[in-house]
C-alpha cells in the first residue's frame, strides 16, 4: 500500500462555532478509525478565508470528501455522523476495489 492518502477530509470550521467544538471530535475520531487511508485536514475559516472562499464555505461547519483535488462528498451545517459515515464507506470502498 501506498503512503500518498487516497484522499482528503477537508473540515471547515471557526473558533466560535460550538456545532464545530461538538462535531469535530467525532468526525475525527471515524475519519481515524474507519477511513485510514483519507488525511483529514482542518481548516479555520476565520484563519484561512481564501482557502474557505476557494471551496465556497460560506456557512460552517462544513466537511468535503476530496479525491485528486476533485470534491466528491460535502456535508453542512447540520451532519449527521451516521449519515457521513454511511456516504463516505461508500465512496471509500468504492476506491479500494
Known amino acids: 500500500m501506498s503512503n ?6 477537508l473540515y471547515f470550521s471557526g473558533p466560535n462555532c ?3 467544538r461538538d462535531l469535530k471530535p ?14 483529514w485536514v482542518e481548516v479555520d475559516c476565520a484563519l484561512h478565508p481564501d482557502i474557505a472562499a476557494q471551496h ?7 466537511v468535503e470528501i476530496e479525491i485528486e483535488g476533485k ?3 460535502r456535508f ?7 449519515d457521513f459515515i454511511e456516504k463516505t464507506r461508500r465512496l ?3 476506491l479500494s476495489e
Open 26 to 39: 467525532k468526525l475525527n475520531e471515524v475519519a481515524i478509525t474507519e477511513f485510514p487511508d483519507f488525511e
Open 76 to 82: 453542512v451545517r447540520q451532519i449527521s455522523v451516521s
Open 56 to 62: 465556497s464555505v460560506f456557512t460552517i461547519p462544513v
Open 4 to 9: 500518498m492518502p487516497k484522499g482528503r477530509i
Open 18 to 20: 460550538s456545532v464545530c
Open 92 to 94: 471509500y470502498d468504492m
Open 71 to 73: 470534491n466528491y462528498l
